[in-house]
Nanobody, 123 residues
Framework: QVQLVESGGGLVQAGGSLRLSCAAS????????VGWFQQAPGKERVLVVA????????YYADSVKGRFIISRDNAKNTVYLQMDSLKPEDTAVYYC????????????????WGQGTQVTVSS
Protein backbone atom coordinates (compact mmCIF):
# COMPACT_ATOMS: atom_id res chain seq x y z
CA GLN A 1 0.00 0.00 0.00
CA VAL A 2 1.01 3.61 -0.63
CA GLN A 3 0.16 6.58 1.56
CA LEU A 4 0.07 10.12 0.18
CA VAL A 5 0.01 13.30 2.27
CA GLU A 6 -0.52 16.71 0.68
CA SER A 7 0.55 20.05 2.07
CA GLY A 8 1.02 23.63 0.93
CA GLY A 9 -2.54 24.75 0.32
CA GLY A 10 -3.86 28.04 1.58
CA LEU A 11 -5.39 31.38 0.73
CA VAL A 12 -3.75 33.57 -1.90
CA GLN A 13 -4.70 36.58 -3.97
CA ALA A 14 -5.28 36.34 -7.69
CA GLY A 15 -1.98 36.40 -9.53
CA GLY A 16 -0.14 34.83 -6.63
CA SER A 17 1.60 31.48 -6.33
CA LEU A 18 1.50 28.34 -4.25
CA ARG A 19 3.59 25.19 -4.19
CA LEU A 20 1.86 22.00 -3.18
CA SER A 21 3.78 18.99 -1.94
CA CYS A 22 2.78 15.35 -1.84
CA ALA A 23 4.89 13.01 0.27
CA ALA A 24 4.60 9.32 -0.50
CA SER A 25 5.35 6.48 1.89
CA UNK A 26 4.87 2.74 2.03
CA UNK A 27 5.29 0.73 -1.15
CA UNK A 28 6.58 3.69 -3.15
CA UNK A 29 8.40 1.36 -5.52
CA UNK A 30 4.97 0.54 -6.94
CA UNK A 31 4.49 4.09 -8.22
CA UNK A 32 4.79 4.49 -11.97
CA UNK A 33 2.99 7.81 -12.44
CA VAL A 34 1.69 10.66 -10.31
CA GLY A 35 -0.80 13.44 -10.78
CA TRP A 36 -2.88 16.17 -9.22
CA PHE A 37 -6.65 16.43 -9.35
CA GLN A 38 -8.82 19.47 -8.85
CA GLN A 39 -12.30 19.40 -7.34
CA ALA A 40 -14.37 22.51 -6.78
CA PRO A 41 -17.57 22.36 -4.70
CA GLY A 42 -20.31 20.62 -6.64
CA LYS A 43 -17.95 19.85 -9.50
CA GLU A 44 -16.38 16.70 -10.85
CA ARG A 45 -12.87 15.79 -9.77
CA VAL A 46 -10.66 16.36 -12.80
CA LEU A 47 -7.05 15.63 -13.63
CA VAL A 48 -5.06 18.81 -14.12
CA VAL A 49 -1.45 17.59 -14.24
CA ALA A 50 0.37 14.26 -14.40
CA UNK A 51 3.77 12.77 -15.09
CA UNK A 52 5.64 9.51 -15.16
CA UNK A 53 7.66 8.98 -12.00
CA UNK A 54 10.92 8.15 -13.75
CA UNK A 55 10.48 9.88 -17.09
CA UNK A 56 9.91 13.22 -18.74
CA UNK A 57 6.38 12.77 -20.07
CA UNK A 58 3.95 15.44 -18.83
CA TYR A 59 0.25 16.10 -19.09
CA TYR A 60 -1.35 19.47 -18.47
CA ALA A 61 -5.02 20.29 -18.73
CA ASP A 62 -5.77 23.29 -20.91
CA SER A 63 -7.06 25.22 -17.91
CA VAL A 64 -3.64 25.20 -16.22
CA LYS A 65 -1.21 24.95 -19.12
CA GLY A 66 1.49 27.59 -18.87
CA ARG A 67 0.69 28.30 -15.22
CA PHE A 68 1.13 25.02 -13.34
CA ILE A 69 4.18 22.74 -13.32
CA ILE A 70 4.40 19.23 -11.93
CA SER A 71 7.72 17.85 -10.74
CA ARG A 72 9.06 15.18 -8.43
CA ASP A 73 12.01 14.23 -6.27
CA ASN A 74 12.44 10.47 -6.40
CA ALA A 75 14.94 10.46 -3.53
CA LYS A 76 12.40 12.16 -1.27
CA ASN A 77 9.42 10.28 -2.71
CA THR A 78 7.73 13.63 -3.14
CA VAL A 79 5.77 15.19 -5.98
CA TYR A 80 5.21 18.92 -6.29
CA LEU A 81 2.72 21.19 -7.98
CA GLN A 82 3.97 24.71 -8.60
CA MET A 83 1.00 26.99 -9.25
CA ASP A 84 1.63 30.45 -10.65
CA SER A 85 -0.67 33.20 -11.89
CA LEU A 86 -3.48 31.79 -9.82
CA LYS A 87 -7.05 32.68 -10.72
CA PRO A 88 -10.22 32.60 -8.60
CA GLU A 89 -11.46 29.73 -10.76
CA ASP A 90 -8.50 27.66 -9.52
CA THR A 91 -10.15 27.56 -6.09
CA ALA A 92 -10.66 23.90 -5.21
CA VAL A 93 -9.46 20.99 -3.16
CA TYR A 94 -6.37 19.53 -4.78
CA TYR A 95 -5.69 15.82 -4.48
CA CYS A 96 -2.42 14.06 -5.07
CA UNK A 97 -2.73 10.65 -6.66
CA UNK A 98 -0.41 7.85 -7.74
CA UNK A 99 -0.78 4.99 -10.17
CA UNK A 100 0.86 1.62 -10.68
CA UNK A 101 0.38 2.19 -14.40
CA UNK A 102 2.43 4.48 -16.63
CA UNK A 103 -0.69 5.46 -18.55
CA UNK A 104 -2.93 7.84 -16.61
CA UNK A 105 -5.73 9.95 -18.02
CA UNK A 106 -8.63 9.62 -15.58
CA UNK A 107 -9.57 8.88 -11.96
CA UNK A 108 -9.87 5.17 -12.63
CA UNK A 109 -6.21 4.99 -13.63
CA UNK A 110 -5.05 5.98 -10.15
CA UNK A 111 -4.65 3.57 -7.26
CA UNK A 112 -3.63 5.76 -4.33
CA TRP A 113 -5.00 9.08 -3.10
CA GLY A 114 -4.11 11.78 -0.63
CA GLN A 115 -6.59 13.52 1.66
CA GLY A 116 -6.59 16.74 -0.32
CA THR A 117 -5.46 20.27 0.41
CA GLN A 118 -7.59 23.39 0.01
CA VAL A 119 -6.50 26.15 -2.34
CA THR A 120 -8.49 29.36 -2.24
CA VAL A 121 -7.77 32.23 -4.61
CA SER A 122 -9.33 35.58 -3.80
CA SER A 123 -9.83 38.53 -6.11
Amino acid sequence: QVQLVESGGGLVQAGGSLRLSCAASGRTFDIAAVGWFQQAPGKERVLVVAMRWGGTSRYYADSVKGRFIISRDNAKNTVYLQMDSLKPEDTAVYYCAASRSYSVISRTDFDYWGQGTQVTVSS
